[in-house]
């Protein structure tokens, strides 16, 4: 990526739906950033795209979007159209944005980040989680040794919400938590078992619980529903010394962190006191209230601006891609482990963050 980046980037939205409309919002107000132009096929979203951004041109045809003078393309429409549109705006010369998942299936996923690869173009994927506050203090924490080995992780995203008819719950809500525990334990699963099934339309599982086994004995549990009573976003780690939990749905304290453990003591008779339980103080830490999206979308407009590389790049869409492939393979088979190809990849060096 040896080209020079422009001053101000000039970013086209594909895609104007239920989280497309976000996107054009805050890259409309990220500074660096001017939105140039919008597309969506659907009259309703256009009509509200206008209302809430006059001065943004807006046209039905991404076939116009992707021939405008443009620095970069944001493509927030259904899975199944992210490999065209990723892939036609990358050659005309575009950097591009697109949310998750990259795309269905993992030779396209491949194609298009060599494509990106070969032509110097930025590709982000939207692992929005990996920009959240809460959880970057609770990277440092792990990196720090504030919980001591993490023995294992477990996450809960489940509501009565907006159902699919293109993708299941785990391909819709998991990705999410893919990418955020294996941003947070910097490492990637080995293998992946998932159960789930069907209750309101055959064929599109509306609820998945998803098993990562990783290096060293972690497990990672993941839980994905779109018919569920509760609105839930939650992520428990249990380490050595200390528990872990994240709520997204907390307005203010998101985390809470337990000084609860298990000790082992040298000197012991019996069994009961080889192994000794510990409870301590709660401690709730003052985290950065900055929206995530807002920092996701800043981090962004920087890397095209700087010609750096994303923190949640081609790669790390892949990777996703991997276990989602790999995890589907299991569900289709009734929950049989599937071992994941892709080995561990190094962290991203503080210096691409």
């Not at 045809?61 to 405008?68: T, V």
């Not at 919980?147 to 809960?156: A, H, I, M, P, R």
């Not at 938590?177 to 293998?191: C, F, K, V």
């Not at 599109?204 to 086994?213: A, G, L, N, S």
Request: include cysteine; hydrophobic fraction near 40%.
């Amino acid at each position: 990526m040896n080209r020079a980046g422009p001053q101000t980037v000039r970013v086209g939205c594909i895609g104007l739906g239920a989280w497309g409309k976000n996107l054009l919002r805050e890259f409309s107000r990220t500074p660096g950033a001017v939105v140039a132009m919008a597309c969506d096929p659907a009259a309703a979203a256009r009509d509200r795209a206008q209302a809430q951004h006059p001065g943004i041109p807006l046209t039905n045809s991404a076939s116009e979007l992707l021939r405008s003078d443009l620095d970069a393309v944001v493509v927030a429409t259904p899975p199944g159209s992210h490999y065209e549109l990723a892939s036609a705006a990358i050659a005309g010369g575009k950097d591009v944005f697109v949310e998750k998942p990259l795309v269905l299936d993992v030779p396209s996923g491949e194609r298009l980040v060599s494509q990106a690869d070969a032509q110097g173009s930025i590709l982000m994927v939207g692992h929005i989680m990996e920009y959240h506050p809460a959880v970057n203090w609770l990277k440092g924490y792990i990196a720090d040794g504030g919980l001591g080995n993490v023995y294992y992780v477990y996450s809960t995203r489940v509501n009565l919400g907006q159902l699919r008819d293109n993708e299941n719950a785990m391909w819709s809500l998991a990705p999410h938590d893919i990418s955020m525990i294996g941003y947070l334990l910097d490492e990637r699963p080995r293998r992946v078992s998932a159960v789930g099934h069907s209750y309101l339309r055959s064929g599109i599982e509306d609820v998945v619980f998803m098993t990562m086994e990783f290096p060293g004995n972690r497990l990672a549990h993941v839980h994905a529903s779109w018919l569920d009573p509760h609105k839930v976003r939650s992520l428990t780690l249990v380490g050595q010394k200390r528990m872990a939990v994240f709520s997204d749905t907390e307005p203010t304290q998101k985390i809470t962190i337990f000084d609860k453990g298990v000790d082992v003591s040298l000197n012991y008779e019996t069994y009961a006191e080889y192994l000794t339980l510990r409870t301590g103080e709660v401690h709730i830490p003052l985290v950065d209230n900055t929206q995530p999206l807002a920092i996701e979308c800043r981090h962004f407009i920087d890397c095209v601006r700087e010609r750096r590389r994303p923190r949640s790049d081609g790669q790390d869409g892949l990777w996703v891609l991997q276990v989602l492939a790999c995890a589907q393979q299991s569900l289709d088979s009734g929950g049989i482990p599937v071992d994941i190809p892709l080995q561990p990849a190094p962290p991203v060096a503080a210096s691409q963050r």
